[in-house]
């Protein structure tokens, strides 16, 4: 069985001391580091934007996953692709002209995500997969972490599977929402390839340990550590 990428969430962490939650991030042995850009549009929270991604790549070697939950992302997306960052997802319901700015993503070396929120189908997305590197389906309502996973999104990762095979494409496909020791058993059978885990992940004592068990929940027959 393929192991997933675990990318951790700093949404969930200590903004007053991020340095430090980046670092476990880095000692867990989590190669991706999930950063959740919200403007208080798009989603109802504002967190952060393009600054603390630039500061972040300069202290660490960690892929950096931006994930846009921002309005007309069009607009900010120079400020994106200078940050650092590299991999940049913005939301197909933010934005009008997808394929443009996947073009402006692609051209500047950097890899190209669409997110998806739960009541948008895969279909929506179909003409666009053969130019994305990665799809980000929400496995709940954007905007907060902590939420309970919603089971009909992971049909979604099926699907996207599906065609992926069929049309012989690379796009890697996450999900990110509610990610975390009761939900896995249902996750595992889904096999998506990377997973974003935000509260689950920063909610651990012993965050190393917390990435160890669910590795091991992964391999598992019965996929569950609680
Ligand atoms: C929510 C964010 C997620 C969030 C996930 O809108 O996109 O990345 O951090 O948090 P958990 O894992 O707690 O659901
Ligand atoms: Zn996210």
Redesign the pocket.
Known sequence: MKEPIIAP?I?SADFYDIGSAIRHVEESGCPWL?L?IMDGHFVPPITFGHKMIADIRAKTELFLDA?L?IEEPERHINAYIESGADAITFHLEACVHSHRLIQSISRAGIKAGI?IVPSTPVSNIVPLLEFLDLV?VMTVN?GYGGQKLIPFCLQKVEELRRIREQRGLHFLIAI??GVNAKSISDIVIQQPDVL?I?SAFFNAQDRKQFVADFRNAWTSPIGNID
């Open positions: 969430s949404l999930h959740d994930h939950m997110s980000l954007p990110d929402g974003v935000g």
